[in-house]
């Protein structure tokens, strides 16, 4: 029986904490409906700058906001840390390991992704991926460990190992990665070694398709390996990964299969779902898709659960004028936020109404991806479709960047940081803490 049957508020349990799930609950703040956000983190992320922790140019707390902070003024919501291992869809309860099961009117699961190797999960023990702020402090531990090391190696080909970093994906993740890289090397640890010369370093961005960053027009693409090859970066296009060890990385392409003896590989070549989705699928018989996002309908429900909303990375959205599903990027799950927060106020407001809620539609307002220092790659949206490059591309997405954190002490912080760093070419976060993560393997 469902809190409408019985006179009680309408009950709404949100899985997830970024960006689909803090938009939605922040668009039902003056709605009558009961909330409970629940995540295994008690903080947002703003992911798009990871790779910054990575590259020591900012702090983990520079980018997260606590979610209670987020949500504070909004009376009708409540936090809850937990892990959630299941979903019993007939008795509609949210089950958590080791507390009470959450009742809902309606779930939405917004759990976001993880990250795909292809089917060779043991790579991941050399070559982790970003996806949170463990993997990013884990990542700058390696990244600078790696420096460390060169300091002291006496065999010339040692050195050289772990002078050698390798990034393997040319999406927006991998592009920004390597471009932070290079800078790093070249100009922030500048004159900082005694045995080495940091300017030494060799940063390789393998890419198995014929160009980076696909999603822009090509003439973009070119623009951001010319920019990386600015910086110090190496572009190996339709090149495959076939191996990755301790030791090094093997690849293969036209002109043949070759070893690349590096100590630290960085891997942003993938995603996979989170294991909600699959929890979904085999309790409603939701249809997957390759990388396990579960493909939902028109208004973003589960087909023959009206109850249930999938959102954000989590979900396959292919109802578009190309049928082409939507990226799983943080515009895409903030307006998917903000439109299921309008499916649910129908709900309450109209509880008796039968059918489809309103339909999504994307406003495609553009996508773009830094490079490094004045070099960035941008595309327009709005139907314009206009793509441009360079310094005011930089600008651009510095400043939407800034605005898109949570909570004006972030962007206060963020922003003093980076003018630090344009001027002083300063990364003030280079801090080796996870130390275990620095030398494993």
């Not at 206060?412 to 801090?431: D, F, I, K, S």
Request: with cysteine; aromatic share 6%; net charge neutral.
């Amino acid at each position: 029986m469902t809190a409408t049957e019985t006179g009680q508020r309408h009950r709404l349990v949100v899985i997830g904490g970024g960006f689909a799930g803090v938009d939605l609950c922040l668009g039902l703040k003056n709605i009558a409906v009961d909330v409970t956000l629940v995540d295994r983190r008690n903080f947002h992320l703003f992911q798009p700058l990871l790779y910054q922790v990575a590259t020591g140019g900012l702090s983990p707390g520079d980018i997260t906001a606590p979610l209670r902070t987020v949500v504070k003024h909004c009376k009708n919501i409540r936090t809850v840390l937990g892990d959630v291992t299941d979903i019993d869809v007939a008795g509609r309860r949210v089950i958590l390991a080791g507390q009470d099961p959450l009742p809902y009117d309606t779930v939405v699961v917004a759990a976001g992704v993880g990250q795909s190797y292809f089917g060779n999960d043991a790579w991941a023990e050399f070559a982790p991926g970003l996806k949170s702020i463990e993997d990013a402090t884990q990542i700058r531990a390696r990244v600078l460990h790696a420096f460390e090391q060169a300091e002291l190696a006496k065999d010339p080909l040692e050195r050289d190992a772990w002078l050698r970093f390798v990034v393997v994906g040319g999406g927006p993740t991998g592009v920004e990665m390597a471009g932070a890289l290079g800078e790093l090397a070249a100009h922030t640890m500048a004159g900082e070694f005694r045995a080495i010369d940091s300017k030494d370093a060799r940063i390789l961005l393998v890419e198995g398709a014929p160009r980076i960053l696909s999603m822009y027009v090509p003439r973009m693409s070119a623009h951001a390996v010319t920019a990386l090859n600015d910086v110090g970066v190496a572009v190996l296009l339709n090149t495959k990964v076939t191996g990755i060890d301790v030791d090094g990385v093997d690849i293969e392409s036209a002109q043949g299969k070759e070893r690349l003896r590096a100590k630290t590989v960085l891997w942003a070549a993938g995603i996979k779902a989170s294991p909600l989705a699959k929890v979904l699928a085999d309790h409603t018989g939701a249809t997957q898709d390759r990388s396990g996002r579960v493909i939902v309908e028109p208004d973003l429900t589960v087909p023959g659960h009206p109850e249930i909303l999938v959102l954000g990375d989590l979900a396959h959205y292919a109802h578009t004028s190309d049928q082409q599903p939507l990226p799983g990027v943080a515009p895409v799950a903030m307006q998917m936020g903000k439109h299921a927060a309008s499916v649910i106020a129908r709900r309450v407001m109209q509880p008796h109404a039968v059918g489809f809620g309103p339909t999504f539609h994307y406003v495609d307002k553009g996508t773009m991806a830094v490079i490094g220092r004045n070099q960035a790659v941008a595309r327009i949206g709005f139907g314009l479709d206009v793509s441009f490059g360079g310094f005011f591309a930089w600008c651009a997405w510095l400043f939407i960047h800034v605005a898109f954190l949570v909570g004006f002490e972030n962007r206060a912080l963020v922003l003093m940081q980076w003018a630090n760093h344009y001027l002083t070419r300063h990364r003030g976060a280079r801090l080796i803490t996870d130390v275990s993560g620095a030398t494993r393997p």
